[in-house]
C-alpha cells in the first residue's frame, strides 16, 4: 500500500472552507485514494474516495491533480461538529487486497 | 439497512485475564470483517480480517486471535491479557464489491491494568 502523509494538526475557523492536503508520491497506477473522518471514540467514517481529477458528494470535494502525487480534501464552510481526524488512504483495494492502511491522520480543529 | 454491533462498550480487565470481544453484522450478508486497534494517539491498527466463515487473516503477530463462527459474527479474543493490549477496539464491515468503504462499529474501549 502507497504510503500518505499528512500535516499532523490544523486549526479553521467556524465557516470557512477547510483544505485537507495528503501526500502520496509512491501511488501506483492502480490505487484509489479514499478519506475517512473519526470523531473521538468512534469508529472512522467514509467520506469519499477518487481516482484523478475532482469528486463531489453531499459531504466533501476531493481534488487530485494530473500526477496524482497528492489529493486535498474540501470541506464547505465547517462547523463545530467538523472537528475531527481525517484519514487519507490511499491503495487498489480490489479483491483480495482489502487492507487499509491507517495512519495518525490530520487532526483538524474548528474554532468558533 | 445495515447495522453493526460491538459489546461491551468498556471493559477493565487484569493482566493474564481472557478476554472475548464480540461483533455482529445485520442486514448484509458474506461481509468481509474487519478487526482494528487504536492505542491512545495512535493510528487504527488492523489487527485481523475475514472474507468468510473460518477464514481469518492475521495481520500483525500477538496474543490475539481472531475466529468467526458465523457469517455476521466475529470474535477477538486473548488467553491471557497483557498491559500492552490496552486501546478502543474497532469491528468492521464491508461488501465484497466495495472493501474501500468500511463501516465501523461502535468500538469497545478496553483497559487492562
Known amino acids: 500500500l502507497a504510503k500518505t502523509t499528512q500535516p499532523i494538526s490544523m486549526d479553521s475557523y467556524e465557516g470557512q472552507e477547510v483544505n485537507i492536503t495528503c501526500s502520496h508520491n509512491?501511488?501506483?497506477?492502480?490505487?484509489?485514494i479514499t478519506w475517512y473522518q473519526q470523531f473521538p471514540s468512534q469508529g472512522p467514517r467514509f467520506i469519499i474516495q477518487?481516482?484523478?481529477t475532482k469528486v463531489t458528494n453531499e459531504v466533501a470535494s476531493l481534488f487530485i491533480p494530473a500526477d496524482r502525487k497528492s489529493s486535498t480534501l474540501s470541506l464547505p464552510r465547517v462547523s463545530l461538529s467538523d472537528t475531527a481526524v481525517y484519514y487519507c488512504?490511499?491503495?487498489?483495494?480490489?479483491?483480495?487486497?482489502?487492507?487499509?492502511?491507517f495512519g495518525k491522520g490530520n487532526q483538524v480543529v474548528v474554532i468558533p | 439497512s445495515q447495522t453493526i454491533h460491538q459489546w461491551p462498550a468498556t471493559l477493565v480487565q487484569p493482566v493474564g485475564s481472557p478476554l472475548s470481544l464480540e461483533c455482529t453484522v445485520e442486514?448484509?450478508?458474506?461481509?468481509?470483517l474487519y478487526w482494528y486497534r487504536q492505542a491512545a494517539g495512535r493510528g487504527l491498527q488492523l489487527l485481523f480480517y475475514s472474507v468468510g466463515i473460518g477464514q481469518i487473516s492475521s495481520e500483525v503477530p500477538q496474543n490475539l486471535s481472531a475466529s468467526r463462527p458465523q457469517d455476521r459474527q466475529f470474535i477477538l479474543s486473548s488467553k491471557k491479557l497483557l498491559l500492552s493490549d490496552s486501546g478502543f477496539y474497532l469491528c468492521?464491515?464491508?461488501?465484497?464489491?466495495?472493501?474501500?468503504?468500511?463501516?465501523f462499529g461502535p468500538g469497545t474501549r478496553l483497559t487492562v491494568l
Open positions: 442486514g448484509t450478508s458474506n461481509p468481509n
Open positions: 468492521a464491515w464491508s461488501s465484497g464489491l466495495a472493501e474501500y468503504e468500511q463501516f
Open positions: 488512504l490511499v491503495g487498489d483495494f480490489l479483491y483480495g487486497n482489502n487492507r487499509l492502511a
Open positions: 509512491n501511488i501506483a497506477t492502480n490505487d484509489y
Open positions: 477518487g481516482y484523478k
